[in-house]
T-cell receptor, first 111, second 116 residues
Framework: SQQGEEDPQALSIQEGENATMNCSYK?????LQWYRQNSGRGLVHLIL?????REKHSGRLRVTLDTSKKSSSLLITASRAADTASYFC???????????FGAGTQVVVTP | GAGVSQSPSNKVTEKGKDVELRCDPI?????LYWYRQRLGQGLEFLIY????????KSGLPSDRFSAERTGESVSTLTIQRTQQEDSAVYLC??????????????FGPGTRLTVL
């Protein structure tokens, strides 16, 4: 079963615009992570936000976490063609560290 | 090595054959995970290793799937009597284990398995 659900499923924007995607999850978590996947292969970790944090920044990325609503958002500012990828949120359902992933948001940035 | 490596990168096999997929994690990473990703979907957890032990095998879909890890390093995922529904990208990830599951995972490029 999927823990996280991303919204929207797909997003098409032009270079320079901002891209926002959301993630909802079902159970209590101690952290939430965002990953990027290019061309359906390996994933790259983008950012980890702990349950006691509300917002975190990394370069052009901004992640928010609202544990009361069980939701998170990822904002990519000033998007570039190289940001074209699928973006996944993931949460650990237990302390072992395995991750449960949503179905992802496919982002296309056109020049 | 510099990152997680997986081999082969692509595997085409006939239904009913056995396949072995290999993962070489980042040196020193005690935790190793296998995931499966069907086309257009998110990742499904298969199995987790801490060292050479597998405390969580809950994601293995059937007894045709097995995995082992040796030397706290390389891991192999074996699928016996492959079926067409096994077609997917199999991804391996490793991480330095931290308490409470707060850890970034480093992924390999995956093995694309196609069962004809």
């Amino acid at each position: 079963s999927q823990q996280g659900e991303e919204d929207p499923q797909a997003l098409s924007i032009q270079e320079g615009e901002n891209a926002t995607m959301n993630c909802s999850y079902k159970t209590s978590i101690n952290n939430l992570q965002w990953y990027r996947q290019n061309s359906g292969r390996g994933l790259v970790h983008l950012i980890l936000i702990r349950s006691n944090e509300r917002e975190k920044h990394s370069g052009r990325l901004r992640v928010t976490l609202d544990t009361s609503k069980k939701s998170s958002s990822l904002l990519i500012t000033a998007s570039r063609a190289a940001d074209t990828a699928s973006y996944f949120c993931a949460t650990p359902p237990d302390s072992w560290g395995k991750l449960q992933f949503g179905a992802g948001t496919q982002v296309v940035v056109t020049p | 090595g510099a990152g997680v490596s997986q081999s082969p990168s692509n595997k085409v096999t006939e239904k009913g054959k056995d396949v072995e997929l290999r993962c070489d994690p980042i040196s020193g990473h005690t935790a190793l995970y296998w995931y499966r990703q069907r086309l257009g979907q998110g990742l499904e957890f298969l199995i987790y290793f801490q060292g050479n032990s597998a405390p969580d095998k809950s994601g293995l879909p059937s007894d045709r799937f097995s995995a082992e890890r040796t030397g706290e390093s390389v891991s192999t995922l074996t699928i016996q009597r492959t079926q067409q529904e096994d077609s997917a990208v199999y991804l391996c990830a490793s991480s330095p284990w931290t308490a409470g599951g707060v850890n970034e995972q480093f992924f390999g490029p995956g093995t694309r398995l196609t069962v004809l």
